[in-house]
């Protein structure tokens, strides 16, 4: 079974803080993302990535960046944390390649709190 | 532009009756398209998928869907709901122009009650 692990359930920042989450699949798998989820808007992507050192923003990237160092690991960093950044953010992995139809599989979240 | 609709935000169910999740899309080509569902504080598990071939897809915990092109929806099922399918669903399909990603609908809550 695919497993994507992220680094904590629950984190609680101060605003202005730089924020790390960590995000671990052990699938090897080519592709890698990052969503924030809130109420009433589903899933919103904030970054992918294709593959070891690549990213690419996806539909609001703002306040975020990415790295992937290692194709296993992929980091969401939050330069500097706004309240308005408080959300459940989902990391998700999928194998690439032609043939291969683009399924994901999701981490359990990390609830961020920004105060 | 691509997309996919989730019509109702929430649906409720009386344990033992059928239930249906409407999904609709818009997507030049072929569609491939997902469902997922979201147990409260969790991540999202993968329930199904139509690639190609029959219309009826079945999934985990016996959830089907129904791939209708004609009326571009992909709508989920279950002939007899459970008071432990109360959940969020989530409607996907795969970009057309960008392969690895998906555009997700935003989400239906599942309610079934005793």
């Known amino acids: 079974d695919v497993k994507v692990t992220q680094s904590s359930r629950y984190l609680v920042k101060r605003t202005g803080e730089k924020v790390f989450l960590e995000c671990v699949q052990d699938?090897?798998?080519?592709?890698m993302f990052w969503y924030r989820q809130d109420p009433g808007l589903g899933l919103r992507l904030i970054y992918f990535s294709y593959d070891v050192k690549m990213k690419e923003k996806g539909d609001i990237p703002e306040g975020y960046s990415v790295s992937r160092e290692k194709k296993e690991r992929f980091s969401l960093i939050l330069e500097s944390a706004s309240t308005n950044q408080t959300s459940m953010y989902l990391c998700a992995s999928s194998l690439a390649g032609q043939g291969v139809y683009n399924e994901q599989f999701f981490g359990p979240g990390t609830r961020l709190t920004v105060l | 532009a691509q997309s996919v609709a989730q019509p109702e935000d929430q649906v409720n169910v009386a344990e033992g009756n059928p239930l249906t999740v409407k999904c609709t899309y818009s997507v030049s080509g072929n569609p491939y398209l997902f469902w997922y569902v979201q147990y409260p504080n969790r991540g999202l598990q993968f329930l199904l998928k139509?690639?190609?071939?029959?219309?009826l897809v079945k999934g985990s915990y016996g959830f089907e869907a129904e791939f209708n092109k004609s009326q571009t929806s992909f709508h989920l099922k279950k002939p007899s709901a459970l008071v432990s399918d109360s959940a969020l669903y989530f409607c996907?399909?795969?970009?057309?122009?960008?392969?690895?990603?998906?555009?997700f609908g935003q989400g239906t809550e599942l309610s079934v009650k005793p």
């Open positions: 139509y690639i190609t071939g029959d219309n």
């Open positions: 996907a399909v795969r970009d057309v122009n960008q392969g690895g990603k998906l555009i």
């Open positions: 699938m090897d798998h080519e592709n």
